[in-house]
Nanobody, 125 residues
Framework: QVQPVESGGGSVQDGGSLKLSCSAS????????MAWFRQAPGKEREGLAS???????KYDDTVKGRFTISRDNTRNTVQLQMNSLKPEDSAMYYC???????????????????WGQGTQVTVSS
């Protein structure tokens, strides 16, 4: 069973940074496509970034240049470094995993079988 667990959320000022982590204690993510999504109140969940089992990353235009997705297979974690945060980045952030190593379908959410519970990010102006 793949159960992603997110951590690292919190509150920051406009222009600040946060680093989110996604981990699993009983399964290896090393070969899987992983991605980060977010959902703000009253809005649909949106895909932010994905990284394939081979390390190829892809970003939504709203976060390109500000967010960086990376993976540390030795620690079985996937991170999302978020810089230059804006109030509109405030949302619940979710880590998701596919059961395969390719991310060609990102950001289609139905392609991701495993989801974490989310971690809240709040950016104040």
């Amino acid at each position: 069973q793949v159960q992603p667990v997110e951590s690292g959320g919190g509150s920051v000022q406009d222009g600040g940074s946060l680093k989110l982590s996604c981990s699993a204690s009983e399964y290896t993510y090393a070969d899987l496509c992983m991605a980060w999504f977010r959902q703000a109140p009253g809005k649909e969940r949106e895909g932010l970034a994905s990284i394939s089992g081979g390390g190829v990353s892809k970003y939504d235009d709203t976060v390109k240049g500000r967010f960086t997705i990376s993976r540390d297979n030795t620690r079985n974690t996937v991170q999302l470094q978020m810089n230059s945060l804006k109030p509109e980045d405030s949302a619940m952030y979710y880590c998701a995993a596919r059961s395969v190593g390719t991310c060609g379908s990102f950001p289609r959410q139905t392609a991701f079988a495993y989801w974490g519970q989310g971690t809240q990010v709040t950016v104040s102006s």
